[in-house]
């Protein structure tokens, strides 16, 4: 586990270029595409893997992306009342975390009435740009016994192009999202935008492993082993061989730092998981 932190001045010194990300923009894993089939193969991508998505996140991280998101709702400090979105989020991992979490801030003490308020003005939305995802999320909370008092609200929308308020919300995550749009500034720009002075933002995403040893085991298992799951779990080699390439086309830690402080956050910094597998990269908005 590692530590870095970037600010707003050392991002652009060090990264002048990073506003623009032209070639990421045009990527989809390897191969590179017109910017207005991005968001449509994309979106092929996580409709052909709905169904199967939360297996084969246990298969492919051993369940340790479980622990993952665990960690980033503990950065996150959920508590009742609060205005909080999740994007990409459309199983509902996620907020199912957060309400997880606030329920048990909720029944640490005695109960007031103004408690009994705060906990009918929870909101916890769950954003996301493909309706299949968001199908098999919303199936998932009423197995679950979550959102039936309200707290819980589901929406198809795009990161790039938020319909939420200015200055609205008093969080923002992003888990395994960030990596498949087209314009990373625009998501976080949005994100900064929609956020309450004081809000933070959160990304957990998969990243870039700097220990070399661990790095060529990593690949090796990436490119040989993942693809090969995908198509005997999920019936799809290629949606996952996008996966894995995806991430390999995801800016390094630093880099992507820098572009959280360039969208206007400050205090950013990022925790590396695993060697930097995953990275959780936070900001707050001032």
Same mark, same amino acid.
């Given at each position: 586990?590692?530590?870095?932190?970037? /600010?707003?001045?050392?991002?652009?010194?060090?990264?002048?270029?990073?506003?623009?990300?032209? /070639?990421?923009?045009?990527?989809? +894993?390897?191969?590179?595409?017109?910017?207005?089939?991005?968001?449509?193969?994309? +979106?092929?991508?996580?409709?052909?893997?709905?169904?199967?998505?939360?297996?084969?996140?246990?298969?492919?991280?051993?369940?340790?992306?479980?622990?993952?998101?665990?960690?980033?709702?503990?950065?996150?400090?959920?508590?009742?009342?609060?205005?909080?979105?999740?994007?990409?989020? +459309?199983?509902?991992?996620?907020?199912?975390?957060?309400?997880?979490?606030?329920?048990?801030?909720?029944?640490?003490?005695?109960?007031?009435?103004?408690?009994?308020?705060?906990?009918?003005?929870?909101?916890?939305?769950?954003?996301?740009?493909?309706?299949?995802?968001?199908?098999?999320?919303?199936?998932?909370?009423?197995?679950?016994?979550?959102?039936? %008092?309200?707290?819980?609200?589901?929406?198809?929308?795009?990161?790039?192009?938020?319909?939420?308020?200015?200055? /609205?919300?008093?969080?923002?995550?992003?888990?395994?999202?960030?990596?498949?749009?087209?314009?990373?500034?625009?998501?976080?720009?949005?994100?900064?935008?929609?956020?309450?002075?004081? +809000?933070?933002?959160?990304?957990?995403?998969?990243?870039?492993?700097?220990?070399?040893?661990?790095?060529?085991?990593?690949?090796?298992?990436?490119?040989?082993?993942?693809?090969?799951?995908?198509?005997?779990?999920?019936?799809?080699? %290629?949606?996952?061989?996008?996966?894995?390439?995806?991430?390999?086309?995801?800016?390094?830690?630093?880099?992507?730092?820098?572009?959280?402080?360039?969208?206007?956050?400050?205090?950013?910094?990022?925790?590396?998981?695993?060697?930097?597998?995953?990275?959780?990269?936070?900001?707050?908005?001032?």
């Amino acid at each position: 586990m590692a530590l870095g932190t970037v /600010s707003k001045r050392l991002g652009v010194r060090l990264f002048p270029s990073c506003r623009l990300l032209h /070639s990421h923009a045009t990527s989809f +894993g390897f191969k590179h595409v017109n910017e207005q089939d991005k968001a449509r193969m994309v +979106g092929d991508v996580f409709t052909s893997v709905a169904s199967k998505y939360d297996v084969m996140n246990d298969l492919m991280s051993v369940g340790l992306h479980r622990l993952w998101k665990d960690r980033l709702v503990s950065k996150l400090n959920p508590f009742p009342g609060m205005k909080h979105l999740d994007v990409a989020g +459309g199983t509902g991992d996620v907020a199912f975390r957060i309400l997880e979490s606030i329920n048990r801030v909720k029944y640490r003490g005695p109960r007031a009435a103004f408690e009994d308020t705060l906990e009918a003005e929870t909101r916890i939305y769950v954003c996301d740009i493909n309706p299949n995802m968001l199908n098999v999320g919303k199936q998932r909370a009423l197995e679950k016994g979550f959102g039936e %008092d309200g707290s819980l609200i589901w929406v198809e929308g795009n990161a790039e192009s938020l319909t939420f308020q200015n200055d /609205s919300m008093d969080g923002y995550t992003i888990a395994f999202g960030i990596r498949n749009v087209t314009h990373i500034e625009k998501v976080l720009s949005e994100a900064h935008r929609v956020l309450k002075p004081g +809000g933070r933002f959160l990304c957990l995403e998969l990243s870039h492993v700097g220990i070399p040893l661990f790095k060529e085991l990593y690949d090796c298992y990436s490119f040989s082993v993942i693809p090969f799951v995908g198509e005997l779990v999920a019936g799809d080699r %290629d949606s996952y061989q996008y996966l894995v390439e995806s991430i390999r086309r995801f800016p390094p830690q630093e880099k992507f730092a820098s572009m959280i402080a360039d969208a206007g956050f400050q205090r950013v910094e990022y925790e590396n998981l695993v060697g930097g597998v995953v990275a959780i990269h936070s900001g707050l908005k001032i």
